[in-house]
């Protein structure tokens, strides 16, 4: 997948990197519902990683999705 193509608004990704540094999988999903219709595949793919807990792997796609 193409993530430099997404934008998420700053909000969105204030939202999934907090929930990402706490390991709050709770708040993730809640973010991640809110992003998915701006990018559902982008969206799958991260909730892919966090059912894994995989916080480093979402770390590295939202450090790399641009903001709007």
């Not at 559902?40 to 770390?59: C, F, Q, S, V, W």
């Amino acid at each position: 997948l193409e993530f430099r193509r997404v934008l998420f608004r700053s909000d969105l990704i204030d939202d999934i990197t907090a929930a990402v540094e706490e390991h709050n999988i709770t708040k993730l999903r809640a973010a991640l519902e809110a992003a998915a219709p701006r990018a559902p595949a982008l969206t799958r793919r991260i909730e892919d990683l966090a059912r894994r807990y995989d916080m480093d792997g979402i770390k590295a796609i939202i450090e790399r999705t641009p903001r709007r």
